[in-house]
């Protein structure tokens, strides 16, 4: 009998919504995760730390792990910790950094990851790749999903605001990504998974025309969702690419050209979308989206970030080297220097102030 579905890989909890910490317990003691209650439990020294002393009455089996920071050492030195303990599960409980160290650790050692974010910075949240530096600046590690998601919108509220904004950049980004996959489809014959792009698109056209702001349940609901799934959109992939296209090389220029200088991800990123989209000639798409991220307080040049024009420039030039053989539309236009200024100068134009 012939194969009329697939299986995709996804959690089998997400629970977002205010509140969702205080049931945190409840989530872990599913038989598929911790039916023991032996839980390695990786913090940082911020956020973690401080919700650690809410919640560690109701998880008495857990031992607490503080990580140093996001940092290949650091993934490694948590995964020989874990190693020597017995556990059912490691639960990474933070912003993105300790998320990724918690997902690599996991990975190393063979256990489930159940990833309780702190904020919203970007769609790491549920992706199967882990971010962490490394001696050549930062590196992408494959890992398995995340076996359970938690957000608690009341704890993402207390968060400093730039994350959410960030996080913002980073799906909107989805739209300017699946249009590059689009256009390496139609002139390199790439395959797309239509079900990822399809997924990616919709999270981040969910956030773009959501009228809400980052003060908003609603909005935070959406914008939650919409990493969540953006996740889930690359582990059905099986590469980043529902997420990652000019937006991202050009975010991975300024991080390797200017890494003492580099702004928040999300920002870079939703930056480097409305640039790309207008790129490709979608001006009108363009300046609805430069009008989006401005209404949220992102970046739409690269002066409100710090950078010069030569600057951006220069990495705009030098983006296609930060993904060899990904195809996007900086690949696809070629364009030299004076050619990406006098881009660059009408993109300013057609946005405004």
């Known amino acids: 009998m012939p194969v009329l579905t697939r299986l995709i890989p996804s959690p089998v909890v997400v629970d977002i919504r205010p509140g969702a910490l205080d049931d945190l317990a409840g989530v872990l003691a599913d038989e598929r995760i911790s039916q023991s209650g032996r839980l390695a439990i990786a913090v940082s020294g911020g956020s973690g730390a401080r919700l650690r002393e809410r919640i560690a009455p109701s998880l008495p089996g857990a031992t607490w792990y503080e990580v140093g920071g996001g940092t ?3 993934a490694i030195r948590l995964a ?10 490691v639960v990474g409980l933070g912003g993105g950094k300790i998320i990724d160290c918690a997902k690599f650790a996991a990975a190393r050692v063979g256990l489930p990851l159940v990833a309780v974010a702190t904020n919203l910075a970007h769609d790491g949240l549920c992706s ?18 995340p076996i359970a998601v938690v957000i608690d919108l009341n704890v993402i509220r207390e968060a400093p605001a730039r994350f959410v904004r960030s996080g913002i950049g980073d799906a909107i980004s989805n739209i300017s990504a699946v249009a590059d996959w689009e256009l390496a489809h139609q002139v390199n014959g790439e395959k797309i998974d239509g079900l990822a792009a399809a997924m990616a698109r919709q999270a981040g056209e969910a956030v773009l025309r959501h009228p809400g702001g980052v003060g908003d349940d609603d909005f935070l609901q959406v914008l939650a969702e919409a990493l969540v799934l953006t996740g889930i959109a690359m582990s059905v992939s099986g590469d980043s690419r529902p ?13 390797l050209l ?9 920002e870079q990123c939703g930056l480097g979308a409305a640039f790309a989209m207008y790129l490709r ?6 300046a609805y989206m430069a009008q989006v991220l401005r209404r949220h307080g992102l970046p739409v040049l690269p002066e409100e970030i710090g950078f010069t024009v030569d600057e951006f420039v220069r ?4 983006a296609p080297e930060t993904r ?23 993109y300013v134009k057609a946005i405004g102030s």
Do not use: M
């Open 315 to 318: 990495a705009v030039e030098f």
């Open 128 to 145: 199967p790749v882990a971010t962490l530096d490394n001696d050549a600046g930062r590196g992408s590690y494959g890992v398995p999903n």
């Open 243 to 255: 997420s990652s296209g000019a937006c991202h090389e050009i975010n991975h220029a300024l991080d």
């Open 324 to 346: 060899p053989g990904r195809y996007t539309i900086i690949e696809h236009l070629d364009l030299k220097t004076n050619q990406i200024k006098d881009t660059y100068a009408d």
């Open 72 to 74: 290949i050492d650091d």
């Open 80 to 89: 020989g910790d874990i190693k020597a303990g017995h556990y059912d599960a």
């Open 281 to 286: 000639g979608a001006h009108e798409e363009s």
């Open 258 to 266: 200017y890494p003492k200088r580099a702004a928040a991800h999300g």
